[in-house]
């Protein structure tokens, strides 16, 4: 307990001991939860060594502009650009997938203007969780889980966290599905991850795509149900043809003069000359 001196102050050898336990504190009071988004460029060194300094300058500003734009468009906040990547945050995570969708549109169009002898790539990772909000910074595990996030997305795609996903305020705005798990380096347990469609080509070959393995998955329970009935209606055809068999055996081990038939009765016989009575 710390000493009270007599003018009702701490005792100087104690005023460290409690500022350590306000440094303790002050971060859990900076934390927020919050929608963090991580954006990678490709190809940043290699194009500046083919494309020279001029063309890499003019990538990155037309990307950090359409990514900056495309954040504060949906009320996100935009951090800082580290190398080849930029990072933000935001309050709400469908607010982050939809600047994430904005993203990938934009870079789109770009790439379909032809402003670039090259396609721009882009690929954005979204995960959600606590984390210290400074000024001009973030700080937490959420930051190194979100950067991974976006290394395991795919080129020209975007890669959410299950967190993510499921503090979207709406699933059925923009197509979203699971499609692994992934491994980070320092975590014993796995992330889902699920992946947000922004193209509709895409989303309808996905679609179809599901579809079609949702019929493959029935379709041996089909198959299998068919195979029975086919193998019993054998064994049924293969009973019938041996009790035929049997029943023409039993026939034949009857002697000829046992096999009687209609026309074999005495009283159906047609007389012979042989039969005639004599005069």
Request: charged share 20%.
């Amino acid at each position: 307990m710390a000493k009270v001196s007599d003018t009702g102050q701490l005792s100087a050898n104690k005023m460290p001991e409690e500022k350590t336990k306000h440094d303790r504190q002050q971060p859990d009071m900076l934390k927020q939860y919050v929608t963090v988004m991580f954006t990678d460029i490709k190809g940043v060194v290699t194009i500046a060594e083919h494309e020279g300094d001029w063309i890499t300058r003019k990538l990155k500003k037309i990307q950090h502009d359409f990514i900056r734009a495309a954040i504060e468009k949906n009320e996100g906040v935009f951090i800082q650009s580290i190398d080849d990547g930029n990072l933000a945050y935001f309050k709400n995570a469908l607010s982050a997938l939809r600047a994430a969708v904005q993203i990938q549109k934009e870079i789109d169009n770009l790439n379909m203007s032809k402003t670039f002898n090259f396609p721009v790539l882009v690929k954005v990772g979204i995960h959600t969780g606590y984390c210290v909000v400074d000024e001009n910074d973030l700080y937490g595990d959420v930051v190194n889980t979100v950067s991974h996030f976006a290394s395991a997305a795919d080129w020209g795609g975007i890669l959410l966290s299950g967190d993510t996903y499921q503090n979207l305020l709406d699933k059925t705005e923009i197509y979203c599905r699971f499609v692994k798990q992934i491994h980070l380096t320092g975590k014993a347990e796995k992330f889902n991850a699920y992946k947000a469609f922004w193209n509709p080509l895409e989303i309808e070959l996905d679609l179809h795509k599901q579809l079609t393995k949702t019929q493959t998955k029935q379709q041996p329970k089909s198959s299998g149900w068919m195979t029975h009935r086919l193998a019993l209606g054998g064994v049924i055809s293969v009973l019938i043809i041996m009790l035929v068999m049997v029943a023409n055996f039993s026939w034949n081990s009857v002697p000829a003069e046992q096999h009687r038939t209609i026309t074999d009765s005495p009283s159906q016989a047609t007389p012979g000359l042989a039969d005639t009575p004599t005069r």
